[in-house]
């Protein structure tokens, strides 16, 4: 056992920068330039990745072509890809696009739920179920989010006991995954205890995955929580990408390459390639036009600049 305790030895990493983060830009890619940020993914060895939602495209109309990135994707036995649906709508879209996994979301806030998906949280319970029966049906894995658990952008923080009665009415619709979100990066490490600790006694932990934003820099001590609890699957999003259009201030979802940084240093494993990571950060930053937030990201191209410019001097 280390020092901190019991920790896995590997951990699984769910990319949703092609869903979260894209979601959230202003300035909608490309279909090809967003199918070269997934290959980018692939390639640094990422197995599982959230492309795209099929939710109404005047809600999100970055993602409002989720059928045409599935055309153009690579088909692999090895990565698994999946997208928000929010509806049967959606699962109808989602499945003739030949997805083979869901993701149902739901807020544990009425007001967050609201602005979300126009439904209250009883009516997103009831869609998530009729999703969910649907999806599985049809030959699909069943993945759901909750939101706003750690806090709320309109009701502030939200008790673990409101996250324990949501998460009673949606632990038999039939997931195999349940992802705890930090929406709005508002999360501090005792919470997260508390929430994890509850959340388990209802579901098996290998069960329960942490969505965490990094807003108020707390997503990776969260994480180490997390996995001093057992939690073995993280979402996260390459350069620190995201956020969610209805959450003002949820900007940056946990960066994939902070968070792989942190595990390969503490010898958990992930199967992931960092250097090819920050090559996929890289790319992500040229087709969005900014500097990403990653920190690793940042420290990885800061130093191969200075690296560079050393070099030129010696050869001037
Ligand atoms: P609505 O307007 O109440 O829906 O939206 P409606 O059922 O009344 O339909 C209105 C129109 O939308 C109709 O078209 C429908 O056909 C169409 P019209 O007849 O007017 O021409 N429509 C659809 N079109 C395509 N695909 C669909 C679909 N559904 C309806 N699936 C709805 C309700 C849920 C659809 C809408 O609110 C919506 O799409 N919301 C999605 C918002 C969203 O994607 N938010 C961000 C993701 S959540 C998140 O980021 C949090 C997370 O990261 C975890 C965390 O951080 O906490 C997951
Ligand atoms: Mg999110």
Redesign the pocket.
């Known amino acids: 056992m280390s020092l901190l305790g019991r920790l896995p030895t590997h951990v699984e990493v769910y990319e949703?920068g092609p869903r979260?983060g894209l979601?959230n830009e202003l300035r909608s890619l490309a279909t090809a330039d967003k199918a070269r940020l997934i290959e980018a993914l692939i390639a640094a060895g990422e197995k599982r990745i959230e492309v795209s939602?099929?939710?109404?495209?005047?809600?999100?109309p970055q993602l409002s072509d989720a059928e045409k990135l599935l055309q153009v994707l690579p088909k692999r036995d090895d990565v698994s890809f999946t997208a928000?649906v929010?509806?049967l709508?959606?699962l109808e879209?989602a499945s003739a696009a030949g997805l083979k996994e869901a993701a149902v979301?739901l807020s544990v806030t009425e007001s967050h739920s609201k602005k979300?998906?126009?439904k209250s949280v009883a009516e997103a319970v009831a869609a998530a179920r009729e999703v969910a029966q649907g999806a599985r049906a049809a030959g699909m894995r069943v993945r759901c989010?909750l939101?706003?658990v750690w806090g709320c952008p309109y009701e502030g923080l939200v008790p673990v006991t409101r996250v324990v009665e949501v998460v009673k009415q949606i632990v038999d619709i039939g997931l195999y995954q349940l992802s705890l979100?930090d929406?709005i990066g508002i999360g501090t490490p005792n919470q997260t205890a508390e929430i994890v600790q509850e959340v388990s006694k209802l579901l098996p932990i290998d069960q329960v995955a942490l969505?965490l934003?990094d807003t108020r820099g707390t997503a990776l001590a969260n994480a180490l929580v997390g996995l001093q609890l057992g939690v073995t699957t993280f979402d996260s999003s390459i350069g620190g990408l995201g956020g969610?259009?209805?959450a003002p201030g949820a900007a940056g979802n946990l960066a994939t390459e902070d968070l792989v940084f942190m595990l390969h240093g503490m010898g958990i494993q992930t199967g992931i390639d960092l250097q090819k990571l920050v090559e996929a950060g890289e790319l992500a930053q040229e087709l969005i036009g900014r500097k990403l937030s990653g920190k690793y990201l940042q420290a990885a191209l800061g130093e191969r600049e200075k690296q560079a410019s050393r070099a030129r001097a010696v050869a001037e």
């Open positions: 949703v979260d979601q939602s099929f939710v109404s495209p005047r809600w999100i928000l929010p509806n709508k959606g879209r979301f979300n998906i126009n989010y939101s706003t979100g929406t969505h934003h969610c259009p209805y």
